[in-house]
């Protein structure tokens, strides 16, 4: 049996251990009924349906008719820059406000893209900046800094 589809054959079993991680840990909760759901309804059912997904993606990567695909290297520096954002993103909220993390944020996320523009990220952190400011501090009412303390004072 020969892997065809390499990409959706990692994909699956991605898939379909995560499925087996959430369902597992959905067991230690009181399951429940349909009708009187327990905390551990929902992370059980998730995990097998995410693991039959996976199953059925990797099946059908072993096909003969699967589309040859291999896996490229990973992009190590990719993942570093767009996880770092957000992990400085939550270091940094309090000092430098929503407007200046999210602004951090998109633009350390999208020097990570290979299709890079600065165009495209100034836009998209314009339209992030003002979704974030009607939902989190004009709809929820929640307190977060919007600006650095030095403006506020």
Same mark, same amino acid.
């Given at each position: 049996?020969?892997?065809?589809?390499?990409?959706d054959f990692w994909a699956g079993l991605l898939f379909t251990a995560f499925g /087996? #991680?959430?369902?597992?840990f959905g067991t230690r909760?009181?399951?429940?009924?349909?009708?009187?759901? @327990?905390a551990g309804y929902f992370p059980t059912l998730l995990g097998v349906l995410m693991t039959l997904?996976?199953?059925?993606v990797a099946a059908g990567a072993l096909s003969p008719k699967a589309e040859e695909q291999k896996v490229n290297r990973f992009a190590w520096t990719? /993942? #570093?820059?767009?996880?770092g954002s957000v992990v400085l993103f939550g270091l940094l909220l309090e000092a430098? @406000?929503?407007?200046?993390?999210i602004l951090m944020v998109v633009g350390v996320?999208?020097?990570?893209?290979?299709?890079?523009?600065?165009?495209?990220?100034?836009?998209?952190?314009?339209f992030?900046?003002?979704l974030s400011l009607f939902v989190f501090i004009y709809a929820l009412k929640l307190q977060f800094p919007i600006w650095p303390a030095v403006f506020s004072a």
């Open positions: 049996m020969q892997i065809k589809n390499q990409q /087996l #991680l959430f369902a597992g909760y009181a399951f429940g009924s349909a009708a009187d759901m @327990g997904i996976g199953l059925f990719t /993942l #570093l820059l767009v996880l430098l @406000g929503l407007v200046l993390c996320s999208s020097y990570a893209s290979h299709e890079f523009s600065w165009k495209a990220a100034i836009a998209n952190a314009a992030l900046i003002a």
